[in-house]
């Protein structure tokens, strides 16, 4: 095993589920409610108590170079483009911490991860993707389960990898945009209404349309608006549309 794949593995480790006497679940409508694909995808769950996968979806043999008879989570992370798997290892490292520190361990339930990496196909050359990251069951302790993680193939959109980290909140939980690992993240998290205005932009209502959808003056609207493109580092609502795509919100 790669030392580099060790500390992803490390990291896992000791935030594994322990006691499987009661695990907490995400309800069926919200994994549905939370998969988004703006591109060829595969997916698969990954048991974090022994590192097992499950409900493998073909496309991900079609994609890549892996053996249905011999493919493992390790054959999957050795796909990791070689340049982006430190940041593959920091961000997981990163993830734990923002959780233990600003969401209750409870919630992690109600939050997919996503963020992107580059990763190799099976023609040998490496593309732009989109990982996404949904925990379906977790201990009481807050240990982790099951993962269904969706990797969606994005360098249509995108060759450029921004290296943030994105927190989509479900059931009306904030959600947290364009973190980085190297600052201090303030001012990113997104309320509900934020996120209600993002989605009704992407669906092409202009200010006075929104303020009437959501019970608003339209000078509301207007500021909601200033306020997300400040704290989704959007120069307009074009680049907004295209970092919320690129993120897994909409």
Sequence with gaps: MLPEIQKLHDVWYANRAIDFSHQHKISFDDLTNSII?????SFYIIDFFDMSLSHISPSIYEQHDF???TISFNSILA??????????????????KFFAENIPREK?????????????????????INHQALMLTMDD??????????????????NFNTYKISLI????EPSFM???LDDENRDKEFSKREIDIIK??????NNNEIAGKLFISPETVKKHRNNILTKSDSANTAQLIKNCVLQGLI
């Design 169 to 172: 909140g479900l059931n009306g």
């Design 108 to 128: 992690l339930l109600k939050y997919k991860i996503s963020y992107s990496h580059r990763a190799k196909f099976k023609n040998g050359e490496y593309a732009l």
């Design 67 to 69: 053996d249905p008879e």
């Design 37 to 41: 694909s703006t591109g060829p995808f």
């Design 178 to 180: 364009n973190l980085s």
């Design 141 to 158: 302790n807050g240990g982790y389960g099951k993962s269904l993680n969706i990797h969606t193939r994005i360098d249509h959109l995108s």
């Design 79 to 96: 796909a990791i483009h070689p340049e982006d798997i430190e940041f593959v290892v920091k961000a997981e490292a990163f993830l734990t």
């Design 200 to 205: 009704l932009i992407s669906n092409g209502l």
